[in-house]
């Protein structure tokens, strides 16, 4: 399949943290050939490769998207609702949003008119969603608990370019598909196990309990970097359409990250860097420190607009990614070292 109908069919699932098991068959009809086990976490894990190799590398990408949770319904029928993970709250003024009740229900985001708003950014904590109905109805249909998704068009843009919500990490999600299709009835000396990962933007606690089950010897980490766009410091940032780019943080393996800056360098995959000096803000904080420690690197997509319902990616950055995790896994799963 095309890497952009993969990406398309995994914008259009839901499956904010916490309701990742909205996807669950979605990535099982884009990996038929693998084996695949569901946690009750919400990751899913697709397997693939020589079962009995005592290699087994981890590629890791999260499932999960931002959005919105239920709070409280109040006596008019307007929905309070808090926001689950990092959303973007400039960005959610009158938009138009999706309530997953017993039934999906458009509703919009309460916005003052410009009159008399103040100056001051959207509080968190009043965030009120109407979705026109009576008490009475929206009573009958939502409940405390529901998740809310702020609505967007997946659009092709000029060039390979492409803009959706949910690119984070739909992305590197469409990465890790797109690596397996690459390798797909190729003899590897190695296990692989792609986990798509459950809530990564809450906790991050679906990488470590998957990465506690699968014991991988190694572990690649796939997510969205910042894209250089105006405000974003270009030491922070990697070019869209340029590659990938590659972390470098003293808790990462430092020989895993040098491979895999040499072999982007042999396949000519333009790569940009960034450097932390300590955590790297990925699940691979927490793969890092599973069980007795395991050796991790960081490879991410740029993105633009990151966390708002108009995140920019490159389709050729993603078949980038998937090419240099292929690459990799071929070279690297026959070392034990």
């Not at 990742?20 to 894990?45: R, Y």
């Not at 689950?84 to 309530?99: E, I």
């Not at 009120?128 to 409940?143: C, S």
Request: charged fraction near 20%.
């Amino acid at each position: 399949m095309e890497t952009i109908e993969i990406l398309k069919t995994l914008c259009a699932g839901h499956g904010i943290s916490g309701f990742e098991h909205e996807l669950h068959d979605t990535i099982c009809t884009l990996l038929p050939w693998c084996s695949i086990t569901q946690k009750s976490t919400g990751t899913v894990i697709a397997t693939f490769g020589d079962d009995e190799a005592e290699k087994k590398i981890m590629l890791d990408a999260h499932l999960d998207r931002i959005g919105m949770i239920v709070t409280y319904i109040d006596d008019s029928g307007f929905l309070k609702c808090a926001n689950v993970g990092g959303l973007d709250l400039r960005a959610l003024p009158s938009s138009t949003v999706t309530v997953n009740g017993r039934e999906p229900i458009l509703g919009v985001i309460c916005t003052k008119p410009p009159h008399l708003a103040s100056d001051a950014e959207t509080d968190k904590d009043s965030i009120w969603v109407d979705t026109g109905l009576p008490e009475n109805r929206v009573r009958e249909l939502v409940q405390q608990g529901d998740s809310v998704i702020i609505e967007s068009r997946f659009a092709q843009l000029l060039g390979d370019r492409v803009s959706c919500a949910a690119l984070d990490n739909r992305a590197g999600c469409a990465a890790l598909i797109k690596c397996a299709e690459l390798l797909r009835g190729k003899n590897l000396p190695c296990r692989v196990s792609l986990v798509f990962s459950s809530q990564e933007e809450t906790n991050e606690s679906g990488a470590a309990a998957s990465a506690f089950s699968v014991a991988p010897n190694e572990a690649i980490v796939v997510d969205v970097g910042f894209a250089e766009q105006d405000g974003v410091p270009k030491g922070k940032s990697g070019k869209l359409g340029n590659g990938v780019i590659i972390s470098i943080a003293p808790t990462l393996s430092r020989k895993m990250t040098d491979t895999l800056i040499t072999l982007a360098g042999e396949m000519n995959i333009s790569t940009s860097f960034e450097v932390d000096g300590g955590a790297t803000g990925t699940n691979a904080d927490k793969i890092a420190v599973t069980g007795s420690g395991i050796p991790c690197a960081v490879v991410s997509i740029p993105v633009k607009n990151m966390h708002t319902q108009t995140e920019t990616a490159s389709i050729g950055d993603i078949n980038a990614c998937a090419a240099l995790l292929a690459r990799y896994i071929q070279e690297e799963g026959q070392s034990n070292g």
